[in-house]
């Protein structure tokens, strides 16, 4: 707009100029007024036509001014149109995965909610299992109480858990249950062993009875006393016993073995009873528990093991010597299968030297050359052969 104003100024100033110029020419001959109305007149149709043009050039100007504007507007109504699209649909999109991961995490609650009823269920089901398992077994301990309480029961227990441990370890061969003696008496079991050990007795004693009052925390100082001495008496009574009975020479070895069946009996007499022990020692019985049994057994079973391989010696010696003897025949086999091979070797070495020698032969009468070209018959003249080249 500024431009136009100029433009406009600077043509008003040159139309000014021009009239002036004729002004001074024409001076004498027109009046000033009528020049002034001419030029009020030009200056007056010039500003006109010039504030036409710069009115139509603004109109232009303001017409493209707002159809920009327009252009623009709807431009940017576009863009925001197409940017809430966007957000709308980013919106969506993320209110469905949202929606999803909820609905994942309530089935994944769902799920180990369930999963951690049927564990519950399930655990229940174990709890009712062990309380009913724990039930009978309040009452085979009750049994075992009602057994253990009767002498001949315990005895019977005490066989059987021997019977157990025995034929978990030996062989049925080494050992016996209920095995007779010669002068009559009857064994819990017998182990034949090898020599020097030989056949031992094994005899099971539970002495429950004495010993239940001993651990009794209520009983009274005195009735302790008499618990204990009567132990301590039943001890010796078994010790002396299975010494007497079963402690046969020519029959059995010069020892035997008392069987205690529980632990506690067993650690109670090593524990605070030594002279019990030294009595044992004495007579030659020898204390065991099931656990210090299966110390016995496996003992033995080495001891067989090694009388098994100690007959079996002879056997391996025997053997070892026809290996000698095989090894022995094998050794002159190999020697002349040595010198038929090197005889071969030589046979081949003299033959090979003598298809060299006939090669080189058939080479030479090849390459022979004729003595006298001009004779009708050829003769041949042949090198003798040196000696190196005899065949």
Not at 297 to 316: C, E, F, G, P
Not at 343 to 357: G, Y
Request: aromatic fraction near 6%; include cysteine.
């Amino acid at each position: 707009m500024l431009p136009l104003l100029l433009l406009t100024l600077l043509i008003s100033i040159i139309t000014l100029l021009a009239m002036i110029l004729k002004l001074k020419n024409t001076q004498e001959k027109t009046p000033i007024s009528i020049i002034l109305n001419e030029f009020e007149k030009k200056l007056s149709m010039t500003l006109i036509e010039k504030l036409n043009d710069n009115r139509f050039q603004l109109q232009q100007n303001l017409n493209d001014h707002r159809t920009s504007f327009d252009k623009r507007q709807m431009d940017v109504l576009k863009i925001i149109q197409d940017s809430l699209q966007t957000g709308r649909q980013e919106v969506q999109q993320h209110l469905k995965e949202i929606s999803g991961q909820v609905e994942k995490r309530l089935s994944d609650g769902f799920e180990k909610t369930t999963q951690t009823f049927t564990d519950i269920v399930k655990r229940l089901a174990l709890i009712d299992e062990a309380q009913k398992k724990m039930t009978e077994l309040s009452s085979n301990v009750i049994s075992l109480k009602a057994l253990l309480s009767d002498k001949r029961s315990r005895g019977a227990f005490g066989e059987v858990q021997l019977n157990s441990l025995i034929r978990n370890v030996l062989p049925e061969k080494h050992f016996s249950f209920q095995h007779s003696f010669h002068n009559g008496k009857r064994a819990d079991c017998i182990l034949f062993l090898p020599e020097p050990t030989g056949n031992i007795a094994i005899d099971a004693k539970f002495p429950l009875e004495n010993f239940q009052k001993l651990m009794d925390t209520e009983l009274s100082e005195s009735d302790r006393k008499i618990a204990e001495q009567q132990f301590k008496q039943d001890i010796k009574f078994h010790i002396q016993t299975i010494a007497e009975k079963y402690i046969i020479p020519g029959e059995t070895c010069d020892s035997a073995i008392m069987f205690i069946p529980a632990e506690a009996i067993f650690a109670e007499i090593h524990s605070h009873y030594p002279e019990l022990v030294e009595l044992s020692h004495q007579a030659k019985v020898w204390l065991v528990s099931p656990t210090t049994m299966m110390a016995i057994l496996t003992t033995a079973r080495s001891v067989l093991k090694d009388d098994a391989t100690r007959k079996q010696v002879h056997i391996i010696q025997e053997h070892l010597q026809m290996l000698a003897k095989d090894f022995g025949r094998f050794q002159q086999r190999m020697d002349g299968l040595q010198k038929h091979i090197e005889q071969a070797h030589e046979d081949v070495t003299d033959v090979n030297k003598s298809a060299k020698k006939i090669s080189s032969r058939f080479m030479k009468i090849e390459k022979v050359e004729l003595a006298d070209a001009s004779v009708d018959t050829a003769t041949f003249s042949l090198e003798p052969l040196s000696e190196e080249e005899a065949p």
